[in-house]
């Protein structure tokens, strides 16, 4: 009992640091303004008062919440799945430090550093109509203007943007793979592929937790590159929870918007919970 | 607890000190002369630009112009505004339903009784005040609503530009059959696609009737056989009859207007304070803009115009409890509204609001034809007065992408007016 204590009084001071940083610029602010979002707060008066869930209800009326939640889950899969898919085939392709490898890590790393507005407007210039992207291809096809296409597309614009820093995350796990343990799989007659199921997969499992929790709950919070890109259309095939929280917000009703906020939270942390707390446990029994 | 509790309190006591002292744009000691923030729309033409420079050389007083892009401009100002963020001076819509969305009442200077009221005619019944109370100062003409049109592209397929939605479908056809896009959309943008239904509605709204139906509760959007359904039903019409630009959902603002002057497109519903994006669309040269584009009204079934007092040159001016700053800046809009006036529409080269001001000389042959129209026939537009009605655009984005007919759409619309007249406690609701 005694060295547990010791033991948790040596963890904190290294913890204190994040749990203050969140506490304040998280936990705080959120606690301070969930009532809003069951609140009649607009800019039409200056009285706040409790309205219980009459803004969901709004916004279920008016058919708002469960397209915009749908959306948003939608985005958000994809994001992960595309963004974990193209880093990893990248990590594995540009795992060994070169001058080589080291300049593609680096055009890679790239996007990460524009703006995501800026990396939007970019995106929606090349893929207009009658911009690059068809031209290249000689075809005519609204990228971002068609249902079929317009979210995977945006989705796709998300992981360009961040690939280079989720394919880093990867490279460090590959890198801490023991040589030894490759080589043995090796004398054992394991082929490339039997390798990378077998060793190197399952040793990433730290990464993979951490690049899989990263990109779900940040596409959950999408905004930038949205408005950037088709600002929630055609029609409401991109509306993500952010963009139809702005839109109320921007017409006034500052109650509604609120709950859509409060939804995003209550989102990230029913995902991010159980996700992070299964992957763990993968990583303790894979 | 106590210690960590004077410490916090130390801290909070510091932090406000510093945005006390930090925000208080406060006067140069002993001049009498202070600095006003003005919020502004990135839009303001070079003209009023100018006059918010000659203010400060004239009162000494000194502005920090906070530029708010036009594109998004209510969202921004709302977003900026909802923080308790306030300038000293605010350029922001002149309707109704725009000024409700600023809890006038409770937050805005009210200028009744000022000399410029009484020089406006009835400009103040339809805007800028609620319950009889004035609180902004229009100094820019009406936003005139209807189409622009390439003249040129008209006399080549031999046809009149349309004044009513059936010539509208009429003219689409002769159009289509010459190769030309009859109207240019920019879903993009998502504001312009609800120019033409707002068009359709003149008819409907002449003494602002339906405006008034709606806004008092005596009529809803969503009613069987309302106008406003069938604004909608005739622009999903025009859409299924291919009289849109293919890239509708993408294009913005911008493409319009080169569409337009370019002769791609033979017409755009846009407003007049698009002059200048279409003169950019020339590359600047006013010749070509005044060879090519005319503009015409348009509406149901009559040859209307629809307007709507506009942002740009439309002031109002927040409480802020600085009696120094207050004062400057109701000596700002009477600077605005006094002799100067004349000097800003000689040189913006608009029409002036205030009566006794002589019209400026040398205007643009299409701004003539924006005054000919205005003056022969001007409805204003039927959603000024209110409030609830910024969704119109997300929705005709849907109506556009065939996820929501006219009656769905207008029964939504209908559930956000009755939201926002709930809250603004108009009567009726």
Known sequence: MRDMTRARAAWLPWALPAIVLVAVFFVAPFLLNVRFAFSSWTSFRAEITWNGLDNVRTLIDQDLLANAVTVTVLYAILCMAIQNAVSLSLALALQRTGRVNTVFRSAFFLPT?????????????????????????????????????????????????????????????????????LESATVDGAGAWTRFRRVVFPMLAPALTFNVAVTLVGALSAYDVIAATTGGGPGDHTRALNVVMRQQWGQGFFGTASALGFTVTLLVIATAVPLVWWLRRREVTG | MRAPSRLLGAAIGAVLALSVSGCGSSAPEGTGQVKLTLWHNSADPAALLEMYEKFEKQSGHTIELVSIPSDGFEDTTQTKWATGERPDILE???????????????????LTGEAYIARSGDLYQAAGAVNGKVYAAITGFPQVFGLYYNKKVFAEAGLTPPTTFAELSAACTGLKAAGVTPVFESGGSIWPVQILPILYLAGANQGNAYGKAIASHTSTLADAGSPFVAGLSAYAKLQADGCFNKDIVTAKFEDSMKALVTGKAAMVAQHSDMLPALLAAAGGDQKIVDESVGFAGLSSDKPLVTYAPGPIGTFYLPKTGDPAREKAALDFVRFMTGPAYAEYIAASKTFPVLKDVPGPQGVPSVLQDVKKAYDTGAVIAFNSDIPGMGGLAQLMSELIAGQKDPQKAATQLQGQVEQAAKAAGLPGW
């Open chain 1, 113 to 181: 550093l524009i703006s995501p507005l800026a990396a939007g407007y970019i995106w929606r210039g090349l893929l207009a109509p009658d911009g690059a992207v068809n031209s290249f291809l000689g075809i005519e096809w609204a990228w971002l203007g068609e249902p079929a296409t317009a979210l995977v597309v945006v989705a796709f614009i998300d992981a360009w943007k961040w690939s280079g820093l989720i394919t880093l995350v990867y490279i460090a796990g590959l890198n801490s793979i023991p040589k030894s343990l």
């Open chain 2, 92 to 110: 922001y819509h002149a309707t109704v339903s725009g000024l409700l969305a600023l809890n006038p009442a409770e937050n805005l200077r009210e």
